[in-house]
């Protein structure tokens, strides 16, 4: 039965996890739901979530999920009385808005004036400044030129951020260190935000050198009334994106908290805000000033957090408020309860500086008695994806995100640390390891956090060095045990090949089969010898690349069940157990191993000798890091470069990343032009 007599149906214009969550709110509540797709996500996890799916074109989001018309089209064909937009995409479009009220379909989100007044970081800071709202020093000016953006920055003085007007997530945002790397910051956050928000309009901010990432969470109804939800710390970041989020703000005072609640508050009442919303404050943990950012005019992605200390559905709220509904509750009917931490699983390499990763999910196994998309005191897992799913380089890579919650801080983190281990996730580069290093830095711990935590503390958080190259001599050791027991016919090899004489395990009378393997554990090149013993044991010696003496592990016992994918092996005298995925491909194999609450990749490569092929007579390669496409090139066949010159500029996932000449030389074998698309590894261009 449908509890919302002013939501008919329920359009739901995104994808992935947050559509999921939406519907599922829908449906506890009675409305039925509308799911749109792009070709690229016919068989999506969303579109089964929904009463009714409609394609609305091809996989870029250009083409489907920012087609305004085409979503509008399908809400007037469906009968849908309501959208939501989520966040990303369309949600915070002031066109898309002004025309679902043209049609007379409410757009669960605040008014497009208020979109239109916070939505532009230009236009809110003028707003925010006659409000009386503390301001971060900078430039917010309407003259964009090139001249007047480098102008600001030495009068700013240097760092400056320089941001995007429009958008956020971290788009368009880049840090100008010097006046000579000005113009290159300028320029780039200019094309992405270009690229990613069809605005290359920026602003400009002084770069505050300790700062805490605090927000508030409001939600305000069409009575006149705007509560607040607490505030959340998003100040653990990488390039400028959240990666870990937590309610209640830690080691702060009343008196502060009081004072940013008040401030989100008077933000909301500047613009006429409706519905929910988040005011981003930029704090310096120095002085314990803070400073008005932005107001994103949407749900956030880390609105779990938020929900877990208060117990309130956001959704429901949202849904209720759009249906015409006063808030329910008082300001004072608002309680915190306890602490929660969220977290966000990337497909990325932290190794190769967060680069994103895309292919095929071979695992997604999550903690036990996990929920999904409900407030529980348990583990939550709200995912868009499911195993054997694909992850491509049309939207952003998340996998999921993962919450707990416990009486204090430190209990939610120590959920947090068990859920983590418990996580398994493969076949693609993820996150999950560098997120394990973070919660248990000692620094984390304490609180003592700040949006610089991870280029802070980088030798914490990617070890190296002697424990780094044992712990990988370890980990081959067990990767290429497993592989070694797994290339064998299962089941007792001895029964099953006529005793001794017939076994496959690699034994040979009177004589010592060894065998070499090559291996990458962490991205590090190993290089392995096996021999193999009596009874199915094995010698393993290891060597790496950048530490050749050899070091040697003797491992009895390996046993491998196939179904259950377990594995229990003796090394060097420990008994160690667990989880174990073995992928076998064209190139190369891979065994993924989860064991004390870790987990670690080994690939094999499938070296075919008579393929390989040379480097074009003494020329360097210039190859892509990541899949994606061209948005600039700025160089030309026969171009004399020096080292450093921007080549070309790739875009993946709305992240933009300029390729730069590593030496001196003159460009040949360039035939890439703007839009064209390119995969991880490809030679983009030569320098002789």
Known sequence: MNQLKGISKLLVANRGEIACRVMKTARRLGVPTVAVYSKADEFAKHVTYADEAFLIGEAAAKDSYLRKDRIIDVALRSGATH????????????????????????????????IQAMGDKIESKVIMEKAKVPLVPGYHGSDQS????????????????????????????????????CVDAIQSAQREALSSFGDQRVLLEKYVGQPRHIEVQLVADTHGNVLHFYERDCSVQRRHQKIIEEAPAFGISENFRNAIHKAAIDSARAVGYENAGTVEFLVDADTWEFYFMEMNTRLQVEHPVSE??????????????????????????????????????YAENPNNDFLPATGKLSRLQVPRETREFELTDAVRVDSG????????????????????????????????????????????????????????????????????????????????????????SLK????????????????????????????????????????????????????AHASYLRGGDLAIEVSHESSPSLLAHSVNNVSVDRLSSRFHAEIDGKRHHGDF?????????????????????ATFPNVDYGNAELEEGGKKSIT?????????????????????????????MKMELTIKATKEGVVHGLSLAKDSKVSEGDVLAYLD
């Open 581 to 601: 995925l073995y992928l076998r491909g064209g190139d190369q194999d891979a065994i993924h191993i989860w064991m004390d609450g870790s987990h670690f990749a």
């Open 476 to 527: 081959s050791a067990i990767a290429v045990a497993l592989k070694c027991k797994l290339e064998a016919p299962a089941g007792d090899l001895e029964a099953q090949a006529g005793g001794p004489w017939g076994a496959l395990d690699g034994f040979r009378s009177h004589l010592v089969y060894r065998r070499g393997l090559e291996v990458s554990v962490d991205d590090e090149e190993i290089v």
């Open 385 to 472: 994806v499911r195993e054997g799913d694909t992850v491509t380089d049309y939207y952003d890579p998340m996998i999921a995100k993962m919450i707990t919650r416990g009486e204090d801080r430190g209990a939610a983190i120590a959920e947090m640390q068990k859920a983590l281990g418990e996580l398994q996730i493969a076949d693609l580069p993820n996150n999950v390891s560098f997120l394990q290093t973070i919660m248990k830095h000692d620094k984390f711990l304490e609180g003592d956090i700040e949006t610089n935590f991870i280029p802070k503390y980088e030798k914490d958080l990617f070890p190296g060095g002697e424990t780094f190259l044992a712990d990988n």
């Open 146 to 181: 090139l001249e007047r953006l480098v102008q600001g920055c030495k009068e700013i003085g240097f760092p400056v951020l320089v941001k995007a007007a429009l958008g956020g997530g971290g788009k368009g945002m880049k840090i100008a260190t010097s006046e000579a790397d």
């Open 308 to 345: 877990s200390i208060t117990g309130v559905d956001l959704v429901e709220l949202q849904l209720r408020v759009a249906s015409g509904e006063a808030l329910p509750f008082k300001q004072e009917d608002v309680k915190c309860n306890g602490h929660a931490v969220e977290v966000r699983l």
């Open 83 to 114: 959208i939501h937009p989520g966040y990303g995409f369309l949600s915070e479009n002031t066109g898309f808005a002004h025309d679902c009220a043209t049609n007379n379909i409410k757009f669960v989100g605040p008014p497009a004036s208020a």
């Open 624 to 652: 892509s890091p990541m899949p994606g496409r061209v948005v600039e090139v700025f160089v030309e066949n026969g171009q004399q470069v020096s080292k450093g010159d921007v080549i070309l500029a790739l875009e993946a």
